[in-house]
Structure formats: structure tokens, C-alpha cells
């Protein structure tokens, strides 16, 4: 990696992880991040959408999801075929709904969006709005980008904090925890993960992102 190649990076872990600057060195060369520092946020939203409600959350994750973006060879073209560019979400019945990009003013962009936030809601229910708020967030650009961002540079690729990603959602009947799980996009060349969980109370915890081997061709 060349030296300029690793300044951003490394002054968003030093800063986040609060870890010494040869930890993050070494951590950046060998494809890892490390986990933020106790209560240390790498995104928020605005304040006035913390009221209690979820639909600061919703807003913004509905925002951020149309505008899915590919990630590139730093000495190549685009990572992955246009079509697979887009925010796919699983739920735990097996069912997937996947993103478009494109206008919210656009009928079936908006009808899109509104599912996915809708099977959001119905997973997490209306009762529990600190939690659907948290789970929205951690779907938005504030709960991803912290980690696609500049997260491959180690590989060859450049990302941005809009990159998009396979999401996994289920719910502990027992806690009623919600956990997602991140995951590469169809079609790119490594896999990777890392988990959020939200409690009912809308804490969030979320494991270092780990880049894993390449896929199979």
C-alpha cells in the first residue's frame, strides 16, 4: 500500500479505535479493522431526529440505500456488474428484497424503499422505536460506511462509504435482540462480514468488519 494510500485510513482508526498508530498500521496492511473504542460512534444522525421516533432513521436509511455504489480496481475498472450495485436486505423467512437507485420521486424506487422499511418495522415492531430507529441507522450510510469506506485498499480496491452490501436480519425471540449481518455484495471478489446487534433498547454493538478469503472463480 503506498504511503498516501494509507493516511485517510489510518487517521479514521487511530481516531475511532483510539489504538496506538502502529496497531493501525498493521492492522490496515493485513485487510482488518479494529473495533472502536467504548461508546465511540462512527456516525450519527441529526439531532432533531433523535426524538424518540423512528422516522429520523427511517429517512435517512431510505435516503442512503438508492444510492448504492460499485467499488473499483485501484488499477482496473468497476469490481462488480452493474446490476449487483444494489442494497439486497434477507429476512428470516427466507425472503429478500433488494434496493433500486434511481429518484425517490420515481414509483418503483419509492415502493421499493418503502417494503424494505415497512418488513424493517414489522421484524423489529412499532413498539419498540428506539430499537427500529438504531436498526435504520445501522442500515444507513452512519452504520456502514465506517467500514467501506477505503475498508479494501489493502486488496487493490477502492470504496466508498455508499458501497453496497448484503444484509441479513433476524430476531432472538427471547431477548428480542435484532442482529444484521453485513456482508459483500453479489459478485465481489472477497468475502467479508461483520454483526450488528440492537437491544430493544436501541444499543448498538458491532464486531470488527473481517475480510475473508477470496471467492471461488
Same mark, same amino acid.
Given at each position: 500500500m503506498a504511503h498516501m494510500d494509507i493516511v485517510y485510513p489510518l487517521m479514521v482508526m487511530m481516531n475511532e479505535s483510539g489504538e496506538s498508530i502502529d496497531a493501525c498500521i498493521a492492522a490496515i496492511r493485513e485487510?482488518?479493522?479494529?473495533?472502536?473504542?467504548?461508546?465511540?460512534? %462512527?456516525?450519527?444522525?441529526?439531532?432533531?431526529?433523535?426524538?424518540?421516533?423512528a422516522d429520523g432513521g427511517r429517512r435517512t436509511m431510505i435516503g442512503d440505500i438508492i444510492r448504492s455504489t460499485n467499488a473499483k480496481y485501484i488499477n482496473g475498472g468497476p469490481v462488480m456488474q452493474q446490476a449487483d450495485t444494489r442494497f439486497t436486505f434477507r429476512f428470516p423467512d427466507g425472503s429478500t428484497l433488494v434496493a433500486r437507485i434511481g429518484d425517490l420521486g420515481k414509483r418503483e424506487v419509492?415502493?421499493? &424503499?418503502?417494503?424494505?422499511?415497512?418488513?424493517?418495522?414489522?421484524? &423489529?415492531?412499532?413498539?419498540?422505536?428506539?430499537?427500529l430507529s438504531a436498526i435504520y441507522f445501522a442500515l444507513s450510510q452512519s452504520g456502514t460506511g465506517m467500514n467501506t469506506k477505503e475498508g479494501f485498499r489493502s486488496r487493490g480496491i477502492e470504496?466508498?462509504?455508499?458501497?453496497?452490501?448484503?444484509?441479513?436480519?433476524?430476531?432472538?425471540?427471547?431477548?428480542? %435482540?435484532?442482529?444484521?449481518? &453485513?456482508?459483500?455484495?453479489?459478485?465481489?471478489?472477497?468475502?467479508?462480514?461483520?454483526?450488528?446487534?440492537?437491544?430493544?433498547?436501541?444499543?448498538?454493538?458491532?464486531?470488527?468488519m473481517v475480510i475473508e478469503a477470496p471467492q471461488a472463480q
Open positions: 485487510g482488518r479493522r479494529l473495533p472502536n473504542a467504548p461508546y465511540v460512534s %462512527s456516525g450519527t444522525g441529526h439531532l432533531e431526529e433523535l426524538d424518540g421516533t419509492s415502493q421499493f &424503499c418503502t417494503a424494505i422499511a415497512d418488513r424493517i418495522e414489522t421484524l &423489529c415492531g412499532k413498539v419498540h422505536p428506539k430499537q470504496s466508498d462509504e455508499h458501497m453496497a452490501l448484503t444484509f441479513t436480519l433476524a430476531r432472538d425471540a427471547a431477548t428480542g %435482540s435484532v442482529t444484521i449481518t &453485513c456482508t459483500e455484495p453479489q459478485g465481489f471478489p472477497f468475502h467479508f462480514h461483520w454483526i450488528t446487534t440492537v437491544t430493544l433498547s436501541g444499543t448498538v454493538t458491532s464486531t470488527p
